[in-house]
């Protein structure tokens, strides 16, 4: 597999440029991420910003290789800057409708969950979110929708626990938000699932969930109506931030792999073997970096102009990331 990367916006001195996410309209990449200020006290920085790159998707493919850094043939603007952004997660969810989850932390270290629908995606106005029976979530994965229905990964902690876990969010054009699953977290005593990422695959549905306490990794669970789910099996050590599509019929899986102690990858698996998860997965790392794990490995993919395509962010020494892109080509769907 060819695999072809190139700097999408380059780092700068106490900036912090991250968690990247796209989603293709009409002829046109929308590239979504955060950028911050570096702070040693805090993970991710501070003062954090939510913007949007956006490319010509011609002008971006042919400039890929070409041009550096691509950010040149694009334009970006600040979508959200209320207090410290966190993150954004833009989704299609049908032909003419998309969605933006996006959350921060204000002085007090509260956090707010909100999201955006549009029907193209460019942004203005966002709801901060708070749904019956949750103490507090936060979205994760990619959305979709189905018989009229929106369904937002995401992960959280139901009522009166001290823990988080999986979940499943439902609402109907944005109004009447539900849970509508959650999955164990801290069954057997000292795991606990966050991130979770969900995918269509044959009659049913995978979920990938980060496992957020030591040593760390991925985990998957399988549901043929999204309501019931099997046990949660651990998949692979050492990995974090799962970010998986189903892309013309193929199930693919971005994350973090943790290769050392301070040298990490972004990875990339394809999976033949679904939903038993025995074997024959084809596994990538696209690249590597060094510094601490956590600055860098977060990634989304999908299809631009027929090729496929995954965007991340880089870590380095110095604690100031920044973006990057992986091309795989036409080839990948042969």
Same mark, same amino acid.
């Given at each position: 597999?060819?695999?072809?990367?190139?700097?999408?916006?380059? =780092?700068?001195?106490?900036?912090?440029?991250?968690?990247?996410?796209?989603?293709?309209?009409?002829?046109?990449?929308?590239?979504?991420?955060?950028? =911050?200020?570096?702070?040693?006290?805090?993970?991710?920085?501070? *003062?954090?910003?939510?913007?949007?790159?956006?490319?010509?998707?011609? #002008?971006?493919?042919?400039?890929?290789?070409?041009?550096?850094?691509?950010?040149?043939?694009?334009?970006?603007?600040?979508?959200?800057?209320?207090?410290?952004?966190?993150?954004?997660?833009?989704?299609?969810? =049908?032909? *003419?409708?998309?969605?933006?989850?996006?959350?921060?932390?204000?002085?007090?270290?509260?956090?707010?969950?909100?999201?955006?629908?549009?029907?193209?995606?460019?942004?203005?106005?966002?709801?901060?979110?708070?749904?019956?029976?949750?103490?507090?979530?936060?979205?994760?994965?990619?959305?979709?929708?189905?018989?009229?229905?929106?369904?937002?990964?995401?992960?959280?902690?139901?009522?009166?626990?001290?823990?988080?876990?999986?979940?499943?969010?439902?609402?109907?054009?944005?109004?009447?938000?539900?849970?509508?699953?959650?999955?164990?977290?801290?069954?057997?005593?000292?795991?606990?699932?966050?991130?979770?990422?969900?995918?269509?695959?044959? #009659?049913?549905?995978?979920?990938?969930?980060?496992?957020?306490?030591?040593?760390?990794?991925?985990?998957?669970?399988?549901?043929?109506?999204?309501? *019931?789910?099997?046990?949660? *099996?651990?998949?692979?050590?050492?990995?974090?931030?799962?970010?998986?599509?189903?892309?013309?019929?193929?199930?693919?899986?971005?994350?973090?792999?943790?290769?050392?102690?301070?040298?990490?990858?972004?990875?990339?698996?394809?999976?033949? #073997?679904?939903?038993?998860?025995?074997?024959?997965?084809?596994?990538?790392?696209?690249?590597?970096?060094?510094?601490?794990?956590?600055?860098?490995?977060?990634? #989304?993919?999908?299809?631009?102009?027929?090729?496929?395509?995954?965007?991340?962010?880089?870590?380095?020494?110095?604690?100031?990331?920044?973006?990057?892109?992986?091309?795989?080509?036409?080839?990948?769907?042969?």
């Amino acid at each position: 597999m060819k695999i072809q990367t190139e700097t999408v916006i380059p =780092g700068e001195e106490a900036a912090y440029t991250a968690f990247p996410t796209f989603v293709t309209c009409r002829g046109e990449v929308f590239l979504y991420y955060r950028k =911050g200020v570096v702070d040693k006290a805090g993970s991710h920085g501070k *003062q954090g910003r939510v913007h949007c790159m956006r490319f010509d998707e011609t #002008d971006f493919l042919n400039g890929f290789g070409k041009t550096r850094p691509l950010c040149q043939l694009g334009r970006d603007h600040v979508v959200f800057g209320e207090g410290n952004e966190m993150d954004a997660i833009v989704s299609k969810l =049908g032909p *003419q409708r998309y969605c933006l989850a996006t959350r921060n932390y204000d002085e007090e270290k509260v956090m707010r969950t909100f999201i955006s629908f549009s029907d193209k995606p460019i942004f203005k106005e966002r709801k901060a979110l708070e749904i019956q029976g949750l103490d507090w979530f936060a979205f994760y994965g990619k959305a979709f929708s189905a018989n009229g229905v929106d369904v937002f990964p995401a992960y959280g902690s139901l009522k009166g626990e001290i823990f988080g876990r999986p979940l499943l969010l439902t609402s109907h054009q944005g109004r009447d938000w539900k849970p509508l699953a959650s999955l164990p977290s801290y069954w057997d005593g000292k795991t606990v699932l966050n991130e979770s990422s969900l995918a269509g695959v044959g #009659d049913g549905w995978v979920l990938f969930m980060r496992q957020d306490t030591a040593p760390f990794g991925l985990w998957v669970a399988y549901s043929k109506d999204l309501l *019931q789910w099997s046990k949660p *099996q651990k998949w692979r050590e050492a990995a974090h931030a799962p970010m998986a599509l189903n892309i013309r019929g193929r199930l693919c899986l971005c994350f973090r792999n943790i290769l050392e102690k301070d040298r990490a990858a972004i990875a990339l698996s394809v999976f033949k #073997d679904v939903p038993t998860f025995s074997g024959g997965d084809e596994l990538v790392n696209l690249d590597t970096y060094v510094g601490s794990v956590y600055d860098g490995g977060y990634g #989304d993919l999908g299809a631009v102009g027929g090729e496929l395509f995954v965007f991340y962010y880089h870590g380095n020494e110095e604690g100031e990331p920044f973006l990057k892109a992986a091309r795989l080509g036409e080839e990948f769907f042969d």
